[in-house]
């Protein structure tokens, strides 16, 4: 199974931050890479696929980079909606694993 | 709207059994591959297990820790799903989502429509 790492597990931040989180795979996966937002109480949702590319809706301050095995999620300009906690996962293969998550609090 | 919808979750004893349902609506569950993920209390997302379109062939894909013990199967012609769970254990307590596995690109599908979860909890 391909292991997916992120890092760090938390963060605290404040409005108008940068911020990066990162995902490491244990082996190449390309760029079959997404991420993925969870507020609590509510189901994940998509937040970029193929390592870089926006799904519907997310605002551009989102964007994610990398391929093969370092990648990462950067938020420009940190918004009181973002509080949330971060997934990385793969699609690169069977079967899918997610990253462990990165907390993001103020 | 695209929706999914989960539902059947509940208390359990170990050893005991569970069927979980996924009603979809918005779309037709037929051409659709679909996933289910687990979340145990406050840990991380767990990939539990895929089903591919009848025309993909239908079959399964199963995590190791619920391979032989879940049972994914799907009745497109009431546009659900289903995860069947026999001997269920601590481990199995978890909030389940049903999720659809669309592909983006030829051999890379990502999980893009999420409902919004059903609880399962093993306890004697």
């Known amino acids: 199974d391909i292991q997916m790492t992120q890092s760090p597990s938390s963060l605290s931040a404040s409005v108008g931050d940068r911020v990066t989180i990162t995902c490491r795979a244990s082996q190449g996966i390309s760029s079959y890479l997404n991420w993925y937002q969870q507020k609590p109480g509510t189901a994940p949702k998509l937040l970029i696929y193929?390592?870089?590319n926006f799904q519907s809706g997310v605002p551009p301050r989102f964007s994610g980079s990398g391929s093969v095995t370092d990648f990462t999620l950067t938020i420009s300009s940190l918004q009181p909606e973002d509080f949330a906690t971060y997934f990385c996962q793969q699609s690169y293969s069977i079967p899918r694993t997610f990253g462990q998550g990165t907390k993001v609090e103020i | 709207e695209v929706q999914l919808v989960e539902s059947g979750g509940g208390l359990v004893k170990p050893g005991g059994s569970l069927r979980l349902s996924c009603a979809a609506s918005?779309?037709?569950?037929?051409?659709?591959?679909m996933t289910w993920v687990r979340q145990a209390p406050g840990k991380g997302l767990e990939w539990v297990g895929r089903i591919k379109r009848k025309t993909d062939g239908g079959t399964t894909d199963y995590a190791a820790p619920v391979k032989g013990r879940f049972t994914i199967s799907r009745d497109d012609s009431k546009n659900t799903l289903f995860l069947q769970m026999r001997s269920l254990n601590t481990d199995d307590t978890a909030m389940y989502y049903c999720?659809?596995?669309?592909?983006?690109?030829?051999?890379?599908?990502?999980?893009?429509?999420w409902g919004q979860g059903t609880t399962v909890t093993v306890s004697s």
């Open positions: 918005g779309f037709t569950l037929n051409n659709a591959w």
């Open positions: 999720t659809t596995d669309t592909p983006i690109y030829i051999d890379y599908y990502v999980m893009d429509v």
């Open positions: 193929g390592a870089s």
